[in-house]
């Protein structure tokens, strides 16, 4: 992409009414732009980044076993009045009524539009066990939308529903997930805790919040000091295996940690050794739940079983907050300059920066990299803007590419450009020719 050619409307000043960094650092850097209070439009530079986590969600999904699919975001409230919600959800729910007089909702989650759909077309335990997701707009009426896309009232969630025969297969479904979850959110460079919480209007028995520790976060998190330290790393899984799964569960949450309303003090200190005792805020990306028959019960999701006789399914749900996560780890990533994208989630992975547009021989060279790099497949933003070069490294410092190449007419009379990792500030010189090998490293 040639950024004389893109959208990237970066802001001068921050702007006053944006409270944390992720929020201020998005607004800058051209990522969204607020169309009512707590939704946003997406624009070009955030778009690629929230379809970079959606891509990561997928797949870690899929490795699961999960089923994707895609349910709408406008639901009939006749749904949610068999499942007692309809009146249970409260203000955060946004109902409205078709020119029918149709009470309907903008679904704030969908556990009765699947219950629905496994009741409507899975008769027998032999299509069990079943894990549907999907990735879809939510929408809650939040009082008070704040710090951008993390509290928004329109936000992006992959949710996930898991069918089982038995209590056993459900927890199995629930400790996959969080193997599946940690995996994730690891890929897009963040280290999550998953703390035991309270389960809220989804109901439930067990439940698991990830949690990702800032200042900024609004909950309140006691934890064991070793549980930052772990990495799940590129151990092989297998999903399938109900003692692989558990083992996971066990080595990450062993640990005691909650948040600051179900904290139980005592238990706390009892595991936790004091020097390890570790008190901070937290952002939650994602939560797991156990819920048994909560719906399949009042719903009639039920499959005939083994013996013939019908039982109703144990079920789960599962989500991670994709839109917040953009905010989430501008949070755990970022210096005074602006964002540093960890690499699997960046805009791009490279930005040129022509020191001297309009110089001949630096031109050639750029538009050469450009055409090379991109022909490699590697994601490149190419600023050929007639600006100083101070301006365009403050540029791609804010949007917080891995790598910049920056071209220039000194550079090139001793044959080389420089580049400059993002994080680290290291910078090298090598031909242009060794780019892209080096870049594929
Ligand atoms: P919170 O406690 O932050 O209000 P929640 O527990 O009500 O969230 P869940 O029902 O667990 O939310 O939804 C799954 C995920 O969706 C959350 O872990 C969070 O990452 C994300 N999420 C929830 N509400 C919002 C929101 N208003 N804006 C952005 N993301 C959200
Ligand atoms: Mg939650």
Redesign the pocket.
């Given at each position: 992409m040639r950024l004389s050619r893109y959208f990237l409307p970066v802001l001068k000043e921050t702007p006053a009414d944006a409270q944390i960094v992720s929020h201020q650092l998005m607004l800058r850097a051209g990522m969204i732009k607020q169309a009512a209070a707590?939704i946003y439009s997406w624009l070009p530079l955030g778009y690629r980044v929230l379809r970079n986590i959606e891509r990561i969600v997928h797949e870690e999904q899929q490795r699961a076993g999960h089923i994707p699919m895609l349910m709408p975001t406008l639901q009939s409230a006749d749904l949610w009045r068999e499942s007692g919600r309809f009146d249970a959800y409260g203000p955060e729910m946004l109902r409205l009524r078709d020119r029918h007089e149709r009470d309907m909702l903008y679904g704030p989650?969908n556990e009765e539009l699947v219950t629905d759909i496994f009741r409507s077309h899975v008769s027998s335990y032999k299509t069990l066990p079943l894990t549907l997701y999907h990735i879809q707009w939510k929408f809650?009426d939040?009082i008070r939308?704040r710090f951008g896309?993390?509290?928004?009232?329109e936000?992006l969630?992959k949710?996930g529903y898991n069918f089982d025969l038995t209590e056993e297969d459900a927890r199995h479904a629930y400790n996959r997930h969080l193997v599946s979850y940690l995996r994730t959110y690891e890929r897009m460079g963040l280290q999550t805790i998953p703390m035991r919480a309270d389960s809220?209007p989804?109901g439930g028995d067990d439940t698991h919040?990830?949690v990702v520790l800032a200042e900024t976060g609004?909950?309140e998190v006691f934890y064991d000091s070793e549980v930052t330290d772990r990495r799940f790393g590129d151990r092989v899984i297998d999903y399938d295996s109900h003692d692989d799964c558990r083992a996971v569960f066990e080595e990450f949450t062993s640990h005691y940690a909650r948040t600051g309303e179900t904290h139980d003090e005592a238990l706390f200190h009892e595991r936790v050794p004091e020097a390890r005792r570790r008190h901070a805020r937290g952002i939650?990306?994602?939560?797991i739940f156990y819920f048994g028959t909560k719906y399949s019960e009042p719903m009639g999701a039920t499959v005939q079983g083994p013996d013939g006789k019908p039982v109703p399914v144990h079920m789960g749900s599962h989500?991670?907050?994709i839109?917040?996560l953009l905010g989430a780890i501008i949070e755990a990533s970022h210096d005074e300059r602006g964002i540093v994208w960890p690499a699997a989630v960046a805009p791009f992975q490279v930005g040129i920066v022509n020191a001297k547009q309009g110089d001949p021989a630096s031109d050639a060279a750029c538009e050469k990299l450009y055409a090379t790099l991109a022909r490699a497949g590697i994601e490149v933003l190419y600023d050929d803007r007639t600006e100083r070069a101070g301006a365009k490294f403050a540029t791609m410092d804010l949007i917080g590419l891995p790598w910049r190449v920056t071209v220039g007419p000194r550079g090139l009379a001793d044959g080389v450009v420089e580049l400059t990792n993002r994080r680290s500030g290291e910078r090298e010189e090598l031909a242009p020719s060794q780019l892209q090998g080096r870049l594929s490293e």
């Open positions: 707590g989650t809650r939040e939308p896309v993390m509290r928004g009232r936000f969630m949710d809220g989804i919040e990830f609004e909950s939650e990306v994602g939560q989500g991670i907050g839109s917040r």
